[in-house]
């Protein structure tokens, strides 16, 4: 009886490391096979250059329109003010705001010239 079972043992063992031999065999194979997409690391660069550019590309565009509001906020306040004092602070406050705004205005004419 004891013989019986050392044969089965000695199967098992053997179809145990048949299975065990193939499965290396195929991590073997697969360690092989570059697992990396080629320029990958690249793409990573790139992705943070694209970003940076759009991050400065917005900060353009919020810096433009924060301008322009508050340009219309002392014109609208110009038009609508009844007092005098009123009146010359919100035309100082846009002549004061004109450089500024001009600047801004020529460098987002300029990015919406531009294409990512």
């Known amino acids: 009886m004891q013989d019986n079972f050392s044969v089965r043992k000695w199967k098992n063992n053997k179809?145990?490391?048949?299975?065990?031999d193939s499965a290396a065999n195929k991590i073997k194979e697969?360690?092989?096979?570059?697992?990396?997409?080629?320029?990958?690391?690249?793409?990573a660069t790139v992705d943070k250059k694209v970003q940076a550019k759009a991050s400065r590309q917005d900060e353009i565009i919020r810096d433009f329109?924060?301008?322009?509001d508050q340009m219309k906020t002392h014109l609208e306040l110009y038009k609508t003010s009844e007092s005098e004092v009123n009146k010359n602070t919100a035309l100082r406050m846009l002549k004061k705001l004109t450089p500024e705004f001009k600047a801004a205005k020529k460098k987002y004419e300029?990015?919406?010239g531009v294409k990512i």
């Open 15 to 20: 179809l145990y490391k048949e299975e065990y």
């Open 65 to 68: 329109q924060r301008i322009q």
């Open 110 to 112: 300029k990015l919406k």
């Open 30 to 43: 697969q360690e092989d096979i570059e697992l990396e997409i080629p320029g990958d690391e690249s793409s």
